[in-house]
């Protein structure tokens, strides 16, 4: 008796017929490519040019470029005008040169970098530390918070008045402005003049001024539930050139006794990337 999937010796049935595939019946068809893997060679080789020249500080000349990229002189010659046209390039003397384009990829890129440094640098303190970590910076005439980190168990301070327009409240807004000159600083409040946020909030001008030329210049700027009720925070200053900057914490106002030794901890590892950093506070 065959066993199941097995036939018999003396089977008479006729072999099973394997069924041709599409390919094998048509060999000559080509077979379809992924239409991801379409690359514009045009776009490739232009690049590459533009590779060629950035390594060249001095410039270089068309044949040379050609060469080194491994193009045809004429297909060389069309890349670089389109290039020079659109600013990417410019010539001088018979050199090619980055252009004023390129030029400003180039100062987007470095600036893209060093806000991942400042960002990371959050980041890290915000796990070691264990609160929402702020950047901020003054710009313009504006507060402008330019990074954030923290986690949902350590949400940051919801926005939920401008804080361009309640510096004054807040404890970046604090910090930054006590950085500024008189001229400054007045002209901010003119702008943004001192109201009442929360009950806890200065809202006298006068008081406010005089709270600002009391604080220490390196001492962090505490505030306690004055822009957002069961909050308080602390600033840090940081000063690069002309640019006035803050790093700040936040917490529960039931953990109040904990912000300024965090604060101070804080202060002490930016103390120690301040150099690294130094740079990315004009970003």
Same mark, same amino acid.
């Given at each position: ?90 010539? /001088? ?132 539930? /004055? ?57």
């Amino acid at each position: 008796m065959a066993t199941v999937g097995t036939a018999s010796a003396d089977s008479t049935a006729p072999p099973a017929q394997r069924r041709t595939s599409p390919a094998e019946a048509h060999p000559r068809l080509p077979t379809a490519q992924p239409t991801s893997t379409t690359l514009i060679g045009s776009v490739q080789r232009a690049m590459r040019l533009l590779e060629a020249v950035a390594g060249r500080p001095y410039g270089a000349t068309a044949k040379q470029l050609a060469r080194e990229v491994g193009l045809a002189l004429p297909t060389a010659y069309h890349l670089l005008r389109t290039l020079t046209h659109e600013g990417y390039l410019r010539r /001088e003397k018979g050199l090619f040169l980055l252009g004023e384009a390129a030029e400003r990829l180039s100062a987007c890129a470095a600036q893209q970098k060093r806000r991942s440094m400042v960002d990371d640098a959050l980041a890290q303190w915000r796990d070691s530390i264990g609160v929402p970590v702020y950047y901020a910076v003054y710009r313009e005439g504006e507060i402008d918070v330019l990074g954030v980190a923290d986690t949902p168990g350590n949400p940051a301070v919801e926005e939920w008045a401008d804080f361009r327009e309640t510096g004054h409240a807040h404890a970046i807004g604090q910090c930054l402005l006590s950085q500024l000159d008189d001229e400054a600083r007045r002209d901010h409040l003119d702008r943004y003049p001192v109201r009442a946020i929360t009950p806890y909030t200065v809202h006298d001008e006068r008081v406010f001024l005089r709270r600002l030329e009391r604080l220490q210049r390196t001492d962090p700027v505490i505030e306690r539930q /004055e822009y957002a009720l069961g909050t308080v925070c602390a600033a840090i200053p940081l000063t690069v050139g002309s640019t006035a900057a803050t790093m700040a914490i936040s917490l529960p106002s039931c953990e109040a006794d904990r912000l300024l030794p965090v604060a101070r901890r804080l202060q002490e590892e930016i103390g120690r990337m301040l150099g690294t950093l130094a740079l990315s506070i004009s970003i």
